[in-house]
């Protein structure tokens, strides 16, 4: 009898190993969660997140962090949730990361639902093509209209960004972009501070350049503009 494996990327493997040694198998022993299994929730996605300062789509991708997350679902998991890909994972644990784990195994299930997403060669094992490209929310989808906006002048279309080498696509409206925290010194000690600033929603104007904000550490107290 023969083997025979059949894989769309440029490169795959086989291996033959005990059910009872596959957690302890060399290609298997690091690998995170199954996503749709009953150890991925918002706590072990928190716990894996920690601390981490790379961004969320970057994560996610991560096969330590949880496994067999592609680039595809990543995208239309992110948008689900609402986040922006740029987020840094950092800041997911807790509340985000339970709006991010319902996303991603409803993405997933649906994908699976729908055998899978065609691209080039891809096939089902019964030769038949998937169907969940025709449900992509954003993925593919570079300037087109975002299915959750309203359209018109508030709505900026999805758009197309490079992180670690793989194309990322996204809402920037609905994925509201966190833009990186101006630097503000205390005047009395010279410290620097970070106060992130979000991108404004359509029809919000710009805070006034002279907003005026307090920075505290312990007892010491200074003011500093923002402009």
């Known amino acids: 009898a023969a083997t025979t494996l059949e894989h769309h990327l440029a490169s795959g493997s086989i291996d033959l190993v005990r059910t009872d040694q596959e957690d302890r198998h060399r290609l ?15 706590a072990s996605l928190s716990e894996a997140l920690a601390g981490k300062k790379t961004p969320i789509k970057s994560a996610l991708l991560d096969q330590k962090n949880v496994a067999g997350l592609g680039n595809i679902y990543v995208c239309e998991a992110l948008f689900r949730a609402k986040l922006s890909p740029q987020r840094s994972a ?26 899978g ?31 959750a906006c309203p359209g018109g002048a508030a ?18 409206r ?27 929603r359509p029809g919000r ?7 005026r904000l307090i920075v505290r550490r312990g007892r010491d107290a200074a003011t500093a503009c923002r402009g």
Request: proline share 10%; hydrophobic share 30%; net charge positive.
């Open 155 to 172: 709505c900026q279309g999805v758009k197309r960004i490079v992180q670690s080498g793989r194309s990322t696509f996204y809402c920037p």
């Open 205 to 211: 104007p710009d805070p006034p350049a002279a907003a």
């Open 174 to 200: 609905v994925q509201r972009q966190v833009t990186p925290g101006r630097k503000i010194r205390s005047i009395r000690h010279g410290r620097i501070r970070k106060y992130p600033r979000r991108t404004p």
């Open 117 to 147: 997403s065609s691209l080039r060669e891809y096939v089902q094992t019964n030769g038949e093509l998937g169907y969940f490209q025709h449900a992509w929310k954003v993925y593919g989808r570079e300037n087109e209209a975002c299915p």
């Open 90 to 115: 950092h800041t997911i644990p807790g509340a985000r990361a339970a709006r991010l784990v319902p996303a991603i195994k409803a993405t997933l299930e649906e994908a699976i639902a729908a055998g």
């Open 28 to 42: 298997l022993a690091g690998l995170g969660p199954e996503p749709l299994g009953d150890d991925f929730n918002a």
